[in-house]
């Protein structure tokens, strides 16, 4: 059985854009709401992608597959929706201090880390099961929604079957594990 994960292309809003503090939460909406930067053709297209329901995973989806499958298990892991001070820093750094508030527990607005743990053992099941009916699954998420699920699939016994694991945009991981 194999299972290729992917995360999603280059979004067209830039996470290196200064934001100030306190539009942090518009800004993560803005980001969520956002499609991709135009990509070359990819070559072979799968008969069906699974994706989450965010339009940049979805327009990835549809670069790779003829079909796609979507599911809000796929969707990305929560971000606190804090409005911080009125400085301005890239988006990616309110990114990074709003994602260890998270891993602290600080939900606001958000799923807590447990839930998005609980949330990728529901993915990893749901793959597991379509895999009852097929030898290879293809699934386009997110970042950190896609440790998680790596983290899961690993306790599972899966096997990562790749040498470096990149988790830049188009990335893709690849895991199989003998069927029962």
Known sequence: MEIIIYRHAEPTVSINEKIRGCDF????????????IAVKNMGHKEKVVYTSDLLRSMA??????????TTP?????GI??????AVYLKANYWMIIARVLWLTGNKTGC???SEAKARAKLAVNWFESLLSEKERIVVVGHGFINRLIKRELLRRGWLLNQPKVSHGYLSKMIFIKESP
């Open 60 to 69: 990835t989806g549809r670069l790779i597959g003829e079909n796609i499958v």
């Open 80 to 85: 606190p929706l804090i409005k911080f001070q």
């Open 73 to 77: 298990l796929l969707r990305e892991t």
């Open 111 to 113: 799923e807590s880390f």
């Open 25 to 36: 939460p518009a800004g993560v909406k803005k980001y969520n709401e956002s499609g991709i």
